[in-house]
């Protein structure tokens, strides 16, 4: 294997093609590993930093959600948005009942592809008894849900909607949720939104929770969406004990649920014969990049900086959310980190 670029993120020729960036790396010997036997090292021309075969490889410390999440930003970059989109917060809790969360969705209408998402953990609600009372006083004395962070988070969320939008191919862009009441604030803070919805490009429609959970529901997308969540994460299932006790590793394991449902989960599963359309082809990307994807997904390391995840996916990658209870994010390893100070600026 010959170098593809060189890895460090502030060289020239970090962004080059393999074709490019011939003739400015040279041979540096190799080195014996008890697992894979010799392996070649190289040396960039130009940075002179030293690197090896393995460098490159997706077995370079295993982690499949930078890989997952390094896919979805590619092919989402491909996409035009041609089809409404449905938003919701799907419910589970973090590290124990008395920190529950919210995980707002952004579906496609039609195709149920999982556009974005964006969490948030709450503070807890409903009827307790005065037990429960006292102790959620005790922990929120060590640590409390950030105030309106339902508005925040899906205020996160409504920005990652113009990068998508194309509105010489849509010219009208509808967004269905059911009628919560921070949901028409988010829209307003929001001011590419704002400023369609005055034009009359942008309407926000809602429909209510409490309806039928049917097909004919404007809201099926993300209520299906719902659903698959429950029933494919443990962590999500109700009365489970699999619970999240970590939220930056939680989210992780989500990332990659999204790959699995847009790039690998059929988009109908019935009785009858189908043409094994995913859900990312429904959106609009092409089933050859979503193949070629696949296929570098469990064999290529990504690095941050040359993917350019959107501001909640590179949350995810560099396990910036909070769990509940601790004063700190996670240790983030270096290899995951690389290059996302560069990236950043662009």
Known sequence: ???????NPTCAHHHDTPGHYTGHWKHAGSYMTAVVGEVPRFQCTVCKRGFSVRTFAYGYYTKRTLACLAMHADLSATITL???????????FDRSQYHPNQINLLVGKKSQFLYGLAHVTIRRKGRMSKAQK???????????APRAGIRTSFTRLMAT?????????????????????????????????????????FRHM??????????????????????????????????????????????SRFACHMAYHNYQKPYRVEPVQIDGSVHAEVAGIDRNLIEAQLARLYTERPFISQHEPNAEAAKIWLKQA??????????????????????STN
């Not at 041609?82 to 589970?92: C, I, K, N, P, Q």
């Not at 909070?322 to 990236?343: E, F, H, I, V």
Request: with cysteine.
């Open 134 to 144: 006292a102790r959620r006083r005790q922990l929120e004395a060590l640590w409390c």
């Open 206 to 251: 809602t429909w209510p929770s409490t309806a039928p959970r049917t097909v004919l529901n404007p809201l099926f997308a993300v209520n299906y969406y719902d659903r698959e969540l429950r029933k494919d994460l443990a962590a999500f299932r109700r009365e489970s004990t699999c619970f999240t006790r970590n939220v930056a590793n939680g989210l």
């Open 322 to 343: 909070l769990t509940p209870l601790k004063n700190k994010p996670d240790r983030l390893p270096a290899y995951a980190s690389s290059g996302w100070l560069q990236a």
């Open 1 to 7: 294997m010959n170098p593809p670029f060189c890895p």
């Open 82 to 92: 041609t089809e409404h989109l449905v938003a919701d917060g799907f419910e589970s």
């Open 161 to 201: 909607i113009d990068p998508l939008w194309d509105r010489a191919r849509l010219p009208e862009l509808q967004l269905w949720t059911d009628e919560h009441r921070d949901y028409p604030i988010a829209i307003m803070d929001t001011r590419p939104l704002f400023m369609a919805m005055h034009d009359g490009s």
